[in-house]
């Protein structure tokens, strides 16, 4: 096991009827900006039920921020926070809405260019403070309503940041919220938190066996639930199980103490930013191709996933291998997932110009490795025609 | 699933030579009062090495918290916090010196008789505000050091509280550390920690499925490593494993959502302050009996343990179920854990007194489901001679 620090002080409030809590989490005398996305929040009457929990406070509203939150939107909103001199944001929405709250609650306290911010990754940022916020959660997928990192849209590109002073206060998790949601965004959401899953569990052994059984818990979870929370929109048994899946797959806990591999979220977001496609198909389509082309790196670790999450017991270990990367894949299939490139509209001829963005970005060498070159990007784009 | 809230702001430190973290998550003019157990941490020249982290801040000491921390002892320090305007404590030892600096942190903004603290159990404290601390484990087994909970004794009773206020606010968690340790110790841990995540999943089925792999993560975890951690005291992956899994197994997160069942702890905390057995010995006596005698109750979650857990494919439920719990009796043998009450010396006479003991302290209907009455506990620890 590698050495870890661990800390999360979010607030999770999960479960049926919990939207009342927004009365005492938000700070009484605060001036209060919501943030929101295409207007479905708005439509079902979601923003109204919350300015009624905030009652006497002060209250802005913007909405608008889109799937693959932008750079150019969200200065929009640093702009209302600084003139109405907001001092608590609620971000009602998925991964999108949460990200680009973080990037607004950071740009706000930022005097110089807040794009450089974007560039930190991992790296301390030059802000050293953030506008607190809460969450109230409507698309399970991302797990940034547990977490400190974001991903920003700007020009071709996505770019990540990671710093405590976006962990949110609380985040509201009501999975009845979600019951609403488009069929096509609940299938995507379950394959996001399985990718997250497996690219901080399917590396190489580091004799973390808590980590590697709480992953294959979670995953056997959405294994299990997968096809219900797709099909029966309103089952809250299933619903919870995926809402909250969703959200341990990426709140730091299982990725503590072991090696990470983000390449199928690295090559996926070129998919996005060039052809937008959603991000969840864009992980369908490269985790089954990258699990075959970097069998031999994963191998022990893909053995164990075919043991114990997709309970294979015959056949060589090299079938076992095979037999859970097609399990794998048929399961993104039968929620209704597609993943081929091809069936996105993109086509063999398009791989160098990805190959080119890769290279742009300095995806040169990913993987837990670092040893994941352009020339196995090329492969794997090729495997997931 | 059940609504819950989950919130752990505990930063963890986890690893080889974390140490010196010390220097920096202490506050710089902090006044210190280090506090500890029966003085192996000092023998050992650990408690030296922290006050050479500490630098060049006041530092004061406070040794000889015992098992079980008892009230008496712990009101000492108070005095010490006090008289020496302490405004940090840093608890070196396992679960009985941090639950005891928990009551000490509370007790020293306490104006009333601290004894009215001991038996707030979940209920709101009559005290706002605690000395903050941070943990130094030495032995993995009660995840005291990452939760909001403590066991203080008083008189011939064990007494319970949890208040936010009590998170410690970092734990260095470096498995070397504990390499010293006495095998029984190490043994008790297992135990404790296993006990832990069975009062948590071995209740009635509520579909929450994520939080059930998860505990049957640990579980399994435990059994693996269980013999390892204990037979070869320097095996760092057996005890990084051990010590992990101990904290996630009560910090808060397998909790989340379900029933819990604390009759085992309730039950074993009278063996401890009538007769002096070691906490985790007193579970390993308790849990085999309770299963037995609850089996009913707890069929669906008996048999899901038996078939995830231990992996028993062959039988008719009963079957399976009985297997089970043979073979958790075995589990604990194996670690060198007695589990029968007259291995201790205390013969079927003594099931009055005990009895006495349950209905003095209020337990007359534990369990989940409120229902496990004094002639139910009789019958468990007539199972457990």
């Not at 943030?35 to 039920?49: C, E, P, Y």
């Not at 997928?141 to 071709?156: C, D, P, Q």
């Not at 509201?172 to 979600?178: A, E, Q």
């Amino acid at each position: 096991m590698f050495n870890f620090d661990f800390y999360n002080p979010t607030r999770i409030i999960f479960g049926k009827d919990r939207l009342e809590s927004i009365e005492e989490l938000v700070p009484a005398e605060a001036t209060v900006l919501i943030t929101f996305g295409g207007g479905s929040a708005k439509k079902s009457g979601l923003i109204d039920k919350i300015k009624t929990m905030l009652g006497n406070r002060k209250v802005y509203e913007f909405g608008g921020i889109e799937p693959n939150p932008r750079y150019e939107t969200l200065v929009k909103a640093v702009e209302i926070v600084r003139s109405e001199k907001i001092d608590f944001i609620l971000a009602v929405g998925g991964g999108s809405v949460i990200d680009g709250t973080k990037f607004i609650t950071l740009a706000s306290y930022y005097e110089g260019d807040s794009r450089e911010l974007l560039k930190c990754g991992f790296a301390p940022m030059p802000v050293k403070q953030a506008i607190p916020f809460g969450v109230v959660l409507t698309l399970p997928a991302t797990g940034s309503e547990m977490n400190n990192t974001a991903v920003i849209s700007y020009e071709h590109a996505k770019y990540f940041f990671a710093t405590e002073l976006v962990f949110p206060k609380f985040s509201i998790v009501d999975p009845t919220i979600t019951f609403t949601l488009p069929k096509t965004q609940v299938a995507n959401g379950v394959v996001d938190a399985f990718v997250h899953v497996i690219e901080q569990y399917l590396t190489y052994p580091v004799a973390a066996k808590v980590q590697d059984r709480m992953s294959e818990g979670i995953l056997q979870t959405l294994i299990e639930i997968g096809n219900t929370t797709v099909s029966e929109t309103e089952n809250y048994d299933a619903r919870a199980n995926h809402v909250w899946s969703a959200t341990l797959a990426l709140n730091g806990l299982i990725g503590a103490g072991v090696p990470q591999d983000w390449s199928t979220h690295f090559i996926g977001h070129e998919l996005t930013s060039f052809f937008g496609i959603d991000h969840g198909q864009t992980l369908a389509i490269i985790l089954p191709s990258l699990l075959a082309v970097r069998s031999k790196q994963k191998y022990s670790k893909l053995l164990q996933y075919a043991e114990r999450v997709w309970h294979i017991e015959n056949g060589s270990e090299e079938e076992k291998i095979d037999l859970a990367i097609t399990k794998t894949r048929e399961f993104f299939e039968s929620l209704g997932v597609k993943n081929r490139l091809s069936e996105y509209g993109v086509g063999v001829d398009k791989i160098p110009v990805i190959i080119e963005q890769l290279k742009a970005h300095g995806m040169t060498e990913i993987s837990e490795t670092r040893d994941l070159t352009l020339d196995i990007s090329r492969k794997i784009l090729e495997g997931a025609m």
